[in-house]
């Protein structure tokens, strides 16, 4: 997975997003580091300091007024964008069950109909209508870029 828009703190992820496992402190929220440097991190970060270790991209499509275009490979996330671990006794935590059923599963945009994508797996070939919070799209950096400014890739 790419994680959009966050660069590692020790290489600087060569000029581009962390690729892979995303490593970041939570005492230090703007502290990320590649699964490359995190061997480094007990010489240059605060060894008490407690680091989340992130297999999704939590950049926001949505909110950022972008709406995947038809033919964009994406793969259901684990965990949505909103997405907090609940209660173990809860019933939301029987409720998130239900709402990671199919993960991992990766499949092909073919529209965009009131809120939700048609997302046709890769799998089987069935369609399933998914929220946006619960598509991980699998973009290169570029095409992020190319999606997020248009105009700065006309030249």
Known sequence: ???FFISCALCGSRGGCIVGPRFQCLHCRAFDCCLKCEPKLHK???KDHVFAILFECEFD???AGIQLPVGTRARLREHPIDWQEPAASSAAAQDTRKRTRGYGLEGVVMGYKRGRYDLQLS???SMRHVLAKDLQPLLTQKKA???LFPDSCKR
Do not use: A
């Open 44 to 46: 240059v970060h605060p």
């Open 145 to 147: 870029q190319k999606l």
């Open 1 to 3: 997975v790419r994680h």
């Open 123 to 125: 799998d089987d070939g």
């Open 61 to 63: 499509w949505q909110q």
